[in-house]
């Protein structure tokens, strides 16, 4: 009989899990390997919230330019309030900051649990603002018996509150300003979800991982081939299975200029390159676990104390949490999602009420936004994209 924590990452492949929900998984894993063990490891997290969160600015290395950080990936993440005017009017910034604000309380349930999984850009030994690059909320619910996966698109512009101070921007530029509260009173406000805890993980660690695995195979189009090697001074070959790795691997998940349907064709190669990640630790030793587990877990910092971890690991195992369905909730068909450039900046814009209404109903099972057909809508005040 094989071990049902290993067999549960094997299978999760299958389900298409997105990127950083793999640090949950392994999480779990720790709980199987012994008390003694358990408490070594969880020593390398940080656990028990984000007491004293700075926000950092974009700074590059002597000698590079902050262009160079990531070639023309990052360098327009903040939108620029000239050009952003010529797309949306005040009546649609009145339309985001009312919606946001209606007074709605974010839906709960004691049967359901919500955890954002948060993958930051930044890099060791550089910070440029510490943006938010995948956001996944992962919701158990111990009724249906399902974990629903919902991921936000990073460039989705929306009303963001911190501390009373109201912007308007990207919402991966929430984390940058907050950090992860910031983060999710911006996904509460916006999609009307109650989110219980968080777990973030540096990318840095991916970098290290997938070359101790000797890279990672996963299929790359001419034209993605054709991108990094313009924007990034590579020679990725282009097939159906191209070994990368590390640093290709982790700029190839985060290249999203070269499509029109920018964060959509992204989240599909994040998908491809965790899918080939969990298939390369398939056959990994219990020696090869221990070192990955160890890059990674410094990287990790969540509001999750270190008791309330082996909690729900322990009720994981006990209860078949494990073996729960795996479902995805997404939000990207034209009905709540348009896409488009506001100058050089990729753009998504969102229908909130209808997309947190289905959000609701996938997590719950039923929803407390009722829409009318005469309600404005947003697409409605968007001039052109």
């Known amino acids: 009989m094989g071990n049902p924590i290993l067999d549960f990452i094997w299978f999760d492949k299958k389900r298409r899990a997105k990127n950083i929900s793999f640090v949950l998984t392994l999480l779990m894993v720790i709980s199987a390997l012994g008390v003694g063990y358990v408490n070594d490891l969880l020593g390398l997290v940080t656990t028990g919230g984000e007491e004293n969160f700075q926000p950092v600015t974009q700074v590059a290395p002597q000698g590079q330019s902050t262009l160079d950080i990531d070639n023309a990936d990052v360098e327009d993440d903040?939108?620029?309030d000239e050009e952003i005017n010529q797309v949306v009017s005040q009546n649609g910034r009145e339309y985001l900051y009312n919606w946001a604000h209606n007074g709605m309380t974010p839906m709960s349930r004691s049967d359901v649990i919500n955890i954002l999984l948060i993958g930051l850009d930044s890099r060791t030994?550089?910070?440029y603002g510490g943006r938010s690059d995948t956001i996944i909320l992962v919701s158990l619910n111990k009724t249906t018996n399902k974990i629903n996966m919902t991921s936000f698109f990073r460039d989705t512009?929306?009303?963001i509150d911190h501390n009373g101070n109201q912007t308007y921007n990207k919402i991966n530029s929430s984390y940058a300003k907050g950090g992860a509260n910031c983060l999710i009173n911006t996904l509460e406000n916006n999609f009307k979800i109650n989110i219980d805890y968080y777990v973030t993980v540096d990318f840095a660690s991916f970098e290290d991982i997938i070359d101790a695995l000797g890279g990672l195979r996963v299929k790359v189009q001419k034209y993605e081939a054709d991108y990094m090697n313009r924007t990034h001074n590579l020679n990725v070959s282009y097939g159906e299975s191209v070994l990368l790795d590390g640093e290709e691997a982790l700029i190839f998940s985060r290249i999203?200029?070269?499509d029109?349907?920018?964060d959509v064709s992204r989240t599909r190669r994040q998908r491809m390159v965790i899918t080939s990640l969990i298939n390369s630790i398939k056959g990994a030793s219990y020696f090869e676990l221990n070192s990955m587990l160890r890059t990674l877990?410094?990287?990790v910092k969540t509001n999750l104390t270190e008791n309330e971890i082996l909690t729900y690991a322990t009720q994981a195992l006990t209860n078949g949490w494990?073996?729960?369905?795996?479902?995805e909730t997404t939000i990207s068909d034209s009905a709540v999602f348009k896409t488009g450039y506001v100058g050089k900046s990729s753009v998504v814009f969102i229908e909130f009420p209808a997309a947190a209404q289905r959000i609701q109903t996938a997590i719950y099972g039923e929803t407390n936004i009722v829409i009318n057909e005469d309600d404005q809508t947003m697409f409605s005040l968007i001039k052109s994209l």
């Open 125 to 127: 030994g550089l910070s």
């Open 297 to 299: 877990l410094p990287y």
């Open 260 to 262: 029109p349907d920018s």
């Open 157 to 159: 512009y929306c009303n």
């Open 78 to 80: 903040d939108i620029d």
């Open 256 to 258: 999203r200029k070269c």
């Open 322 to 327: 494990l073996n729960y369905e795996i479902v």
